[in-house]
Every structure is written in C-alpha cells, then in structure tokens.
C-alpha cells in the first residue's frame, strides 16, 4: 500500500477509488501497477504464510483492486478476486454446511437462484426462497419450521433484487439472522460500496460481480467476495484455491482501471436514472415502474434508511398497444431504440436494456412485460429522447 493505512482509512471513497493500491511513491516507481504474468514463483524448501507459491494461489495483479475494494467496503482485510460473479457465489455457498438451510431472495440474481436450486436437487442443502422485502416472512424462513428443527445456516441478500427492485430491511434481516446463527451474504452488485455498505448494516460477506459496476465498462467478467472475518476470508480463500475460480491478470488490472472512475460513473448514472424515472413514470405507455428513487415506490424510504442515492436501474411494464400484449410491445419498444443497447449486464458507461422474461432461467413471478434499464453515463435528454420516440412509435 503507497499510503498509510492511518491516512487511507480518513479518505472518503470518491478519493480511494482513485488513490488505492498504488504502487509505492518512489522514484520512478510507476503509478500504476503492473500487470504479471507468470505462473509461478521462484522459491525453493517450505511455503510459509505470504509466500506466493503458484499463479492459482495468488498474483500481484489482484492485490491492488482486493486492497481497494476492501477498504470500500469498509473491511480491514482486502477482497477476494473471481473469475466471475458466479465463481464467487460458488465459494460464498460453500459456506453452507452439509444439509444445511439456506435462505434467499425469491428475486436473487438467476445464476445464484438456479446454484443455490441444483445444490437443494442433490440433497447437498435445502433452499427456502422468500420475498426479501416482506420482514416477517423472511423471519419465519429463518427459524425451524414445523417438524423440521433446523434454523438457516445462511440468509443470501440481495438488495435491491434484480430485476424487481425489491429493497431488504438490511440491518433488522442480518439481526434477525445471527439470533438464528445464521451467516449473511450480501450481493452488492447493484449499489456498489458507494452507495450502501453492506458489512456496515451487519452482513458477514459482501458479493460483487465486478463485471458490473466496479469495472465499468461490459469489457470484463469478474467477481469478488469482501468480510472482515478472517476465519471466513480463510476458509474463502481456501475455495478459491482448491476450486480453481481464480481471476486472469489481463482482466485484474482492467478491473482497477475501471474503479479509478466509479465514483464519477456512479453520480452521473444516478442522477440520469432519477430524472429517467421521473420521466418515464409520467409516460402512458407505461403500466408500472420500479425505482426505489420514486416517493412512491414500496422500497423508497427503506432504501433512504440504508442506500446514499437509489442506483441506476429502473424497471419499467410495457402496457399493452392495439394488436401487441406487453411482452410484445416490450419486444418492439426494445427493437425500435437507436441509442439504448439491447443487450444483457448493466453497470456499464453505456446504456443498456432488455426484457428480462427473454431468458428462460428468470423466474416466472417476473412478468413478461417487465424491461429492465441499466443507465449509463450517456447525456440524459440524449437518453430521453431515444426512449420517448420508441414509447411513441408503439402505439402507430
Ligand atoms: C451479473 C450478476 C451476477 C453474476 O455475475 P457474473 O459476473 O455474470 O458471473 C450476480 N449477481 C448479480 C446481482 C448480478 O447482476
């Protein structure tokens, strides 16, 4: 680390995305980390703690972004790099014990849902999905149910959830959970460390597909795993070894360069996602809205309890026009836009949309009329007007 931990710990995140994991301030030192490219380590006799060993175990590469995204999250110990999203909702569910329970979002990102179901379909664990944003129920999940005495083994958040918007109580859930000695697992991927934190609301790990937001720019796939708990960072870390999960250095270093702008993507993005919102909520062709932004919205004042700003996705119903259902006029709408990018992913500098029921994996309680927008950095009015011409060209 090229700053003392003393000064780094004062400064705001708009400053650590940029200043962290640096290399060391000297002399011709470069500024930016290199990228490293070995497999190996020149060692001979026994591996000690620290001791790189072999390209599976560990590289260089990775340190700077684990250093900064844990210091974003507000842990003391650094991020665990993944290949993917996915790879790292693989090792976070390994926590699970053998038959163990685990709880999860009926809305949880698909990939995680469809694991965490093929898991429970070979008797490895046993998966109670709930909606995240109903308390009560998610307690009641929690706790043994009727001749089963089990209590979860480990409650999954997801907030807000994707694609519904769903906003959990986080703070009272990570309670609730560790009454019932139960783990959490939080999948930030939507807020970002800038917006909501995660182990600061009482969850034990915090879940990142960095090929979303964190790296910024749909050019990447990579996840992360972030706790303060050094027996769980051990025992993570030991999964990622043993299973191979591990992030390519090309993609590593990529993944830095694009955190050095992420407290700028995230301000622009939220801000045209708000005026979107607003905008779109006031159109015709739409039937419902999801932004936990909108007064209106169900989630609106929890997310003001828990989140610095609402995120940059918005979820909006395609009523239906003469001749087309919703899905139909979804599909149109998606199809006539010059600008928007049909395309799966979000959190990228450009704007993106889709109709989520277009994958056969959502789960059926997203209705089919449901498109999602992921805003980029773009010019809002730009934005705007590519949406309004493509809403008003559905009715002729
Ligand atoms: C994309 C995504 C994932 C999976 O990440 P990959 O990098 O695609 O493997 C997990 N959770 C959420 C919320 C996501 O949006």
Request: contains cysteine; glycine residues 10%.
């Amino acid at each position: 680390m090229s700053l003392s931990e003393r000064y780094a710990a004062s400064l705001s995140a708009e400053t650590v995305v940029v200043a962290a994991g640096r290399p060391p301030r000297k002399r011709d030192e470069p500024v930016n980390p290199p990228i490293v490219l070995s497999s190996t380590y020149f060692g001979s006799g026994p591996l000690a703690d620290g001791d790189r060993g072999y390209g599976r175990y560990s590289n260089p590469t990775w340190d700077p972004f684990e250093e900064a995204l844990g210091q974003l999250e507000g842990s003391t110990l650094p991020a665990l790099l993944y290949a993917s999203g996915l790879a790292a909702v693989s090792s976070a569910l390994s926590l699970v014990p053998a038959g163990g329970v685990l709880v999860m979002p009926s809305h949880s990102y698909s990939g995680s849902l469809v694991m965490a179901a093929e898991l429970a379909q070979k008797g490895f664990l046993e998966l109670r999905t709930v909606d995240i944003a109903d308390t009560d129920a998610v307690k009641e999940q929690l706790a043994p149910r009727g001749a089963d005495t089990r209590t979860a083994s480990m409650l999954w958040l997801e907030s807000p959830t994707n694609p519904m918007l769903g906003i959990a109580d986080i703070r009272e859930l990570t309670g609730a959970a560790h009454r019932a000695g139960a783990i959490v697992v939080t999948d930030n991927t939507f807020s970002t460390p800038l917006v909501q934190q995660p182990l600061g609301l009482g969850s034990g790990v915090v879940l990142h597909s960095v090929t979303k937001y964190l790296s910024g720019h749909s050019d990447v796939v990579l996840g992360a795993l972030v706790t303060s708990n050094p027996d769980i960072r051990a025992a993570l870390l030991h999964h990622r070894i043993i299973h191979g999960g591990i992030a390519g250095p090309f993609e590593a270093w990529l993944a830095l360069r694009g955190l050095r702008t992420l407290a700028l993507r995230v301000e622009r993005s939220q801000a045209s996602a708000a005026v979107l919102a607003e905008r779109l909520s006031a159109h015709p062709g739409i039937e419902g809205i999801r932004f936990p932004g909108l007064p209106q919205d169900p989630g609106h004042e929890r997310a003001k309890n828990q989140m610095t700003g609402f995120g940059s996705i918005v979820c909006v119903q395609i009523a239906p026009v003469a001749g087309l259902d919703g899905a139909d006029a979804a599909d149109k709408l998606v199809r006539s836009l010059e600008l928007w990018l049909p395309a799966t992913s979000l959190g990228g500098v450009e704007s993106l949309i889709e109709r989520r029921r277009r994958h056969s994996a959502e789960p059926l309680s997203v209705p089919e009329n449901l498109v999602r927008l992921s805003v980029g950095i773009e010019n809002v009015d730009d934005l705007w007007a590519d949406l309004k011409q493509a809403l008003d060209s559905l009715d002729g």
